[in-house]
């Protein structure tokens, strides 16, 4: 049984009252302001006390250089290279 996969739908959308299609679609505003007290506040350059968040560090890594400094977050993913010598982790503190 074959069926027919192409079917014409001209006469009921020629039926349509395209007036009032043309008026719904127009009827909601296109834009909107988001109320004050909604809107995203700069975060914080520090999480606390002396933690620097990360994506500080990311924006301009220069200024690091030759610093000791704290982060915190939790080990996105960990990985050891070279015998156990050295470690790599994936460092996320939400920031990003």
Known sequence: MKTNTNIDFTAEI?????SKIKNRMNSFSRSY???EKYKLTPKPL????D???IDQILKDPE??????VFVAGWAKTTR???KKQIAF???NDGSQ
């Open 63 to 68: 200024q690091y250089f030759d610093k000791c």
């Open 80 to 82: 050891d290279a070279e």
């Open 89 to 91: 982790i994936e460092l």
């Open 33 to 35: 302001e988001v109320p």
């Open 51 to 53: 933690i620097i968040r």
């Open 14 to 18: 020629d039926g349509l009252d395209q």
């Open 46 to 49: 520090n999480l606390m006390g």
